[in-house]
């Protein structure tokens, strides 16, 4: 009986190892390919400006490069909390060796904040017309 209920226990925990190993699947909901230059659509909720905008001067202080800085520990999901949405694009930018996301603006294309991020963690941003 003791084996028995050994063996139980060894298999419960094995699928429930094998399920929590699938959680790094359902942070990639948009099934991008992470490596891929090309960008790719992700939602199609917007900004708008005067959040990109804030985001940009407070939430991020008014920085470009985050080494060294409060900011710096930031991760994609912190910074999409805190726009309230997730951003419009992806690509991987090969020359900063990073991934970035871009939030363009409701209703202007042309207007966007550019966020890099390496190894999980805020390392640049870039506001256009914002």
């Not at 992470?34 to 790719?40: D, F, G, H, I, N």
């Not at 710096?72 to 930018?93: C, F, M, P, Q, W």
């Not at 042309?110 to 017309?129: E, M, Q, R």
Request: charged share 20%; aromatic share 12%; with cysteine.
């Amino acid at each position: 009986m003791k084996k028995f209920l050994i063996l139980m226990i060894s298999i419960v925990m094995v699928f429930s190892l094998a399920a929590c190993g699938g959680s790094s699947e359902s942070s990639n909901a948009y099934n991008l390919d992470m490596k891929s230059t090309e960008a790719q659509p992700m939602s199609t909720e917007r900004a708008s400006a005067e959040v990109l905008r804030e985001t940009a001067q407070t939430y991020f202080g008014g920085l470009n490069y985050f080494e060294g800085s409060e900011q710096e520990n930031l991760t994609y999901n912190d910074v999409k909390e805190h726009i309230g949405v997730d951003a419009s694009e992806y690509r991987y930018d090969d020359t900063q060796q990073a991934e970035l996301y871009i939030w363009y603006v409701d209703g202007d294309d042309k207007a966007s904040l550019n966020v890099w991020f390496v190894d999980g963690k805020l390392n640049a941003c870039g506001a256009i017309n914002i």
